[in-house]
């Protein structure tokens, strides 16, 4: 139903016309339903969940942002976990740092406490020794010491020495 109606509320904006209540309600269920399923992808698609941000302003979706915002959180938290239990695995560390990406696009903000908690622990523990070894020529640490600079920076964490 949800994906019947939305089109439909999408082309009555288009020409001018005022949908039903019921269906403008039924289609921003789905925008949000579409919000989370970005999110729940690994990798997150920055430029998906730009493309539907896009059409649900011209919309004027109203976001459920406390909803919202747990569930992304939860997920964000959730990879950060990931990748501070596996500190050498690059792609854990790119799936992270798009869902952040994503979710710092957001027209609501998202709290990255616990997120950064995870992060900060994950770098202060693991990249000196990756950085050392990069340091000496090692082309996958170089990789992955680029890996957590991004993540550092995108979380706001200074990176240990």
Avoid at 6 to 11: A, F, G, I, W, Y
Avoid at 127 to 138: L, R, T, V
Wanted: proline residues 6%.
């Amino acid at each position: 139903m949800f994906a019947r109606v939305t089109p439909l509320v999408e082309s009555m904006l288009d020409i001018g016309m005022t949908p039903p209540t019921r269906f403008v309600a039924i289609a921003d269920e789905h925008t949000h339903s579409q919000l989370l399923d970005e999110f729940m992808r690994h990798p997150v698609r920055p430029d998906s969940v730009q493309s539907l941000l896009e059409t649900a302003k011209r919309r004027n979706v109203q976001w459920r942002q406390n909803a919202l915002e747990h569930e992304i959180r939860t997920i964000i938290e959730s990879l950060a976990r990931k990748a501070q239990h596996s500190p050498d695995n690059a792609m854990a560390l790119r799936d992270l740092a798009a869902a952040v990406s994503a979710a710092k696009s957001l027209p609501f903000g998202v709290d990255f406490y616990e997120t950064q908690n995870h992060c900060y622990a994950l770098l202060r523990d693991k990249y000196p020794e990756i950085k050392a070894a990069a340091d000496k020529g090692n082309a996958g640490a170089a990789s992955l010491s680029e890996e957590f600079k991004a993540l550092g920076e995108l979380l706001s964490i200074k990176m240990p020495s």
